[in-house]
T-cell receptor, first 115, second 117 residues
Framework: AQTVTQSQPEMSVQEAETVTLSCTYDTSESDYYLFWYKQPPSRQMILVIRQEAYKQQNATENRFSVNFQKAAKSFSLKISDSQLGDAAMYFCAYRSPGVGDKIIFGKGTRLHILP | GAVVSQHPSRVICKSGTSVKIECRSLDFQATTMFWYRQFPKQSLMLMATSNEGSKATYEQGVEKDKFLINHASLTLSTLTVTSAHPEDSSFYIC?????????????FGAGTRLSVL
């Protein structure tokens, strides 16, 4: 069975600085999807970024980028120029390629932004 | 991204009553919808997966007679908490995927906070 591990329960970063959130996963599949979701205090889950395992190029979305290391089964999220609105719980997630397959979430990392 | 609407956002009910939560995909056809439960400061726990027109698949330990799920159309799924008790108080979140807009991606509703008195 697949598992997703986020080893940092909480992290803090100064506003305008860069922070990296770690995520590792375990799977025997060769094709899959990886996601980072953000859950702010409103508790609305927001898709931040996604990566398809067959793509070697790391995904980027504005200030958010990932470092995808397939062999190491690592999928870290880098947030550049951190803003107060980035404060949230961040969940790393894994999904198999089958239609309708469920997502497996990590336990989350709470990110604090220090003004 | 795609939009998923969840209603109500908050509900307070008396013990023994039933509560229905709706989840709608507004701009895409959701062939699959998911229902989660989230306890404070914890990750999301998948309760069940539903495909349009067929019975939901429940995760181990989730009572299907307690949590009734209906996915009658490609844009609507409902979760009914039957004979609710205080231990059912929680935050419930739905998500949907399907079509070209939400292919291989789950988009989430804003969640429903259920308080059972």
């Amino acid at each position: 069975a697949q598992t997703v591990t986020q080893s940092q329960p909480e992290m803090s970063v100064q506003e305008a600085e860069t922070v990296t959130l770690s995520c590792t996963y375990d799977t025997s599949e060769s094709d899959y999807y990886l996601f980072w979701y953000k859950q702010p205090p409103s508790r609305q889950m927001i898709l931040v970024i996604r990566q398809e395992a067959y793509k070697q190029q790391n995904a980027t979305e504005n200030r958010f980028s990932v470092n995808f290391q397939k062999a190491a089964k690592s999928f870290s999220l880098k947030i550049s120029d951190s803003q107060l609105g980035d404060a949230a719980m961040y969940f790393c997630a894994y999904r198999s390629p089958g239609v309708g397959d469920k997502i497996i979430f990590g336990k989350g990392t709470r990110l604090h932004i220090l003004p | 991204g795609a939009v998923v609407s969840q209603h109500p956002s908050r509900v307070i009910c008396k013990s023994g009553t039933s509560v229905k939560i709706e989840c709608r995909s507004l701009d895409f056809q959701a062939t699959t919808m998911f229902w989660y439960r989230q306890f404070p400061k914890q990750s999301l726990m998948l309760m069940a997966t539903s495909n349009e027109g067929s019975k939901a698949t429940y995760e181990q330990g989730v009572e299907k007679d307690k949590f009734l799920i209906n996915h009658a159309s490609l844009t609507l799924s409902t979760l009914t908490v039957t004979s609710a008790h205080p231990e059912d108080s929680s935050f419930y979140i739905c998500s949907a995927s399907g079509g070209l807009v939400a292919k291989n991606i789950q988009y989430f509703g804003a969640g429903t906070r259920l308080s059972v008195l």
